[in-house]
């Protein structure tokens, strides 16, 4: 890995982890990330061709010269949905421990919440609520709210995962000339987006090989500050040849990087794969550790790595 010259600034990794965007009402993130291409793509290599709207749902493809290689990094998180009085409903996999700040917005404003859970005597299972001075509405969405901890080599916030997986694609545009870019939506909470986009890229430009710009986890086998991870498996198995190209020309070009090998977790990934067209797929990300808390904490020289190393591949897959 190329040692930094001067810091980083995560400015943009910072506005984005404050915005609200849980599965299903990820509009928030895509007119920031369509304003963000708006502004600054006339500084980039290649100007893009965006689809969106009618068709896209709240999902973006921006299209770079001739595509050969798609990056999928999906927009929305985890979160809670606020059920009858102050039950709350999971949105995804969050961590649940009472204490926990969230934070929504329904019809009479903006308030912060906390946390509660206990046991259902019931069923056994435990039982979620929130405490806040007033009740939202019915089927409000309730967030994380964000702490942003930053020092010399950590970042620490809610939704690294997967601001962090967005942040790393708009950083490849800056000079990427060949390939798409896929902003998509739900992955947290069962998927559904993702093979309609495939689906499109497939007909329209002949792309049948995807990076899931997305967030591991750090294990007794994945450590910071190592480089991203190129995983190599988790609850599904990408092609084997494929694979083999992505850690060849990240060893040819001197990347840092991690093989990841899991049993578990999921990804876009999932739906590339059982999609109706053959597609190639890998995961690469940096790893975090505090997985789906608010306080998920990644390296710096991982991120940097997660960049260079997609820049890297999408030249030379």
């Known amino acids: ?22 599965s299903g009402n990820e509009v928030k993130m895509k007119d920031f990330i369509l304003e963000y291409v708006k502004k600054h793509s006339k500084q980039w290599a290649q100007q893009p061709k965006i689809f969106s709207g009618k068709g896209f749902q709240d999902n973006i493809i921006l299209i770079f010269g001739k595509p ?14 606020v ?4 039950q709350l409903v999971k949105i995804g996999g969050p961590v649940t421990q009472t204490g926990f700040k969230l934070v929504g917005s329904d019809s009479l404003g903006s308030q912060d919440a906390v946390l509660n859970v206990s046991e259902d005597k019931k069923t ?22 964000a702490d942003w901890r930053e020092d010399e080599d950590f970042i620490q916030c809610c939704y690294m995962d997967n601001r ?26 069962g998927g559904g987006s993702v093979s309609y986009l495939q689906k499109f890229l497939q007909e329209k430009y002949e792309i049948s090989q995807g990076l899931i710009s997305d967030i591991s986890w750090i294990s007794d086998g994945v450590h910071y500050a190592k480089g991203p991870v190129i995983s190599m498996r988790d609850s599904l198995i ?9 850690i060849e020309s990240a060893t040819k070009n001197k990347c840092a990087y991690q093989l990841e090998i899991e049993g578990s ?29 608010p306080d998920e904490k990644v390296h710096k020289k991982d991120i940097e790595g997660m960049v260079e190393l997609y820049k890297v591949l999408m030249k030379e897959l």
């Open 1 to 22: 890995m190329k040692k930094l010259t001067k810091p980083i600034k995560y400015d943009l990794l910072k506005q984005m982890c404050h915005i609200h965007a849980p």
């Open 68 to 81: 050969r290689t798609a990056i999928f990094a999906h927009m929305d998180s985890i979160g809670f949905t």
């Open 83 to 86: 059920r009858y009085g102050k």
């Open 124 to 145: 056994g299972y435990a039982k979620l609520e929130y405490k806040a001075k007033r009740d939202f509405e019915r089927g409000t969405e309730l967030v994380f709210k």
């Open 164 to 189: 962090l997986g967005v942040y790393n694609a708009l950083k490849v545009a800056e000079t990427l000339k060949n390939g798409a870019l896929v902003f998509s939506s739900w992955e947290e909470h």
């Open 238 to 246: 990408p092609r084997r040849s494929f694979i083999n190209r992505i």
């Open 265 to 293: 977790g999921g990804s876009d990934a999932k739906e590339l794969q059982m999609a109706e067209y053959p597609w190639d797929w890998c995961f690469i990300g940096a790893a975090e550790e505090n997985v789906h808390t």
